[in-house]
Each structure stands twice: as structure tokens, then as C-alpha cells.
């Protein structure tokens, strides 16, 4: 890519307020970035930051031709509204694959940017030679992150797919059905070893 673009590709990534789990994630993200040759530039702002000065910054991101790829570190402080912020980045850059225009790609099947997590979830499927086709495939949790792109993404490999969450009745029944199960509800335990059938792959986050 570096020989491609005739520099090393560029991510910038925009965390608000000092709350410890983001600032943990934004580390990693930034040791991962050095780690492959990739520029990072982090920006980290006040809590207080306005929704006019996030989108300005934003707006700067999506015309520098150093920075490829943008991604605004959720959550964000109750004042500030994440997806117009969303909106406002440039899709190209959208590495969360959140813009409704990549979702909307996802939809329809399209080639497009895709979420970070549901990705390296098939990415490790396709790994391990898990077969998808036909298979039933229970995801635990809705979230426009992680459960709904997961869902879709499951689909196109031609899997059924079952979406289940915290107020799901049932929910042994639901997750004993599966051969893959993917947690992604930020809850530790919530999957316990009798929801569990003996030929599940599972994922949690």
C-alpha cells in the first residue's frame, strides 16, 4: 500500500473525555497502527468539546490527503451526537463502515468499507475453515456496531441467522440452536455453559 500511495497510509482517530475503556482501545489502536507502518493521528479533546468544533475538525480530516481513514471513538459525551458526526465524515475514510453509505452497501451487497468487528469475526471463520453455508448462526446483540453489520455479513455467506438480545425470551433455546454463537452484548457472563450446545464455535467480545 505504502508503494501504491507513495507514503504510509494515515488514520486518524477522535476520542472525547477521559474515560478509561476508550482511552485503553485508542492505546491499542495506535500501538497496532506502529506496529504495521501505519501514521497515526490522535486527537483527543475536552469533554466539553462542541458538537461545531468536532464537526469542524472532522471536515479538516476529510480534505487532508494524509489522513485515509477516520474513526471517531464511541462512546461520546451525552451533549454531542454521534451520528450526525458520522454523517459528516467523508465515507471513503469511514473505517468503522458506519456512514449509511456503507451500510447501505452492506444492504444491498455491495463492495464497501465494512465494521471493524464483524469483519475480523468472518475474517477468523474464514480462518479456521468454519463452514458458514446452510449453518445456523445465533448473534446476541443488536447493536448498529457489531450485532445488525454481523447479521448481514452472516447472511451473504448464505448462513441463517438468528439475532437474539437481553430481553429475548427463551434464550437457552434460542442459543443451544446454534453452531455459531457471537456475544456481543458488553455483558461478561451472559453465556453460560448450559446455553452452550457441544458444537457451537463461539465468539465473544
Known amino acids: 500500500l505504502q508503494s501504491k500511495i507513495g507514503r504510509p497510509p494515515g488514520l486518524a482517530v477522535l476520542m472525547v473525555r477521559d474515560n478509561p475503556a476508550s482511552a485503553v482501545y485508542v492505546r491499542n489502536k495506535e500501538k497496532a497502527c506502529s506496529k504495521v507502518g501505519i501514521s497515526s493521528f490522535g486527537k483527543h479533546f475536552p469533554a466539553q468539546t462542541s458538537q461545531a468544533e468536532l464537526t469542524q475538525v ?41 456512514h449509511p453509505m ?25 480462518e479456521y475453515n468454519i463452514e458458514l453455508q446452510g449453518k445456523q448462526a445465533v448473534i446476541l446483540g443488536r447493536s448498529i456496531l457489531v450485532g445488525k453489520p454481523m447479521a448481514l455479513m452472516l447472511l451473504e455467506a448464505n448462513s441463517t441467522v438468528t439475532i437474539a438480545h437481553s430481553r429475548s425470551q427463551n434464550l437457552e433455546d434460542i442459543t443451544r440452536n446454534a453452531d455459531i454463537l457471537i456475544a456481543a452484548v458488553g455483558r461478561p457472563e451472559m453465556i453460560t455453559a448450559e ?7 463461539t465468539k465473544g467480545n
Open 58 to 98: 472532522i471536515q479538516q480530516l476529510n480534505q487532508n490527503p494524509e489522513v485515509d481513514g477516520i474513526l471517531v471513538q464511541l462512546p461520546l459525551p451525552e451533549h454531542l451526537d454521534s451520528t450526525s458526526l458520522l454523517y459528516q465524515t467523508d465515507p471513503s475514510k469511514d473505517v468503522d463502515g458506519l
Open 102 to 126: 456503507n451500510l447501505g452497501q452492506l444492504l444491498r451487497g455491495e463492495k464497501g468499507l465494512r465494521s471493524c468487528t464483524p469483519a475480523g469475526v468472518m475474517r477468523l471463520l474464514q
Open 195 to 201: 446455553m452452550v450446545c457441544i458444537r457451537v464455535i
